[in-house]
């Protein structure tokens, strides 16, 4: 029903900006809420952003001031600007999509943010 496509990974200084983009495709529903994950060695996924279909945002606090999420509903695609990164950013980055009472997952994409 639903498949997610990543990109925009790879290697940064720190200091430096990235921007990952995941595009949605759905057959028959629309797709709700759309986030970011990331998941580091040894470490438990965490919310790195989400925003709602109308446009709301939620930011884990490590990432306020330096990240932003947007979406583009017609292209059901959704971006997460990187700025200021740091080495802790490292990480594989998952892209989430809520399609009724369903979450569907990426493949995610590797950032790593060099000293």
């Known amino acids: 029903q639903v498949q997610l496509v990543e990109s925009g990974g790879g290697l940064v200084q720190a200091g430096g900006s990235l921007r990952l983009s995941c595009a949605a495709s759905?057959?028959?529903?629309?797709?709700?809420?759309m986030g970011w994950y990331r998941q580091a060695p040894g470490k438990q996924r965490e919310l790195v952003a989400a925003?709602?279909?109308?446009?709301?945002?939620n930011y884990a606090d490590s990432v306020k001031g330096r990240f932003t999420i947007s979406r583009d509903n017609a292209l059901n695609t959704v971006y997460l600007q990187m700025n200021k990164l740091k080495p802790e950013d490292t990480a594989v980055y998952y892209c989430?999509?809520?399609?009724?009472?369903?979450?569907?997952w990426g493949r995610g994409t590797q950032v790593t943010v060099s000293s």
């Open positions: 925003i709602t279909r109308s446009g709301s945002t």
């Open positions: 759905s057959t028959f529903f629309t797709i709700n809420t």
């Open positions: 989430k999509s809520e399609v009724g009472f369903s979450a569907y």
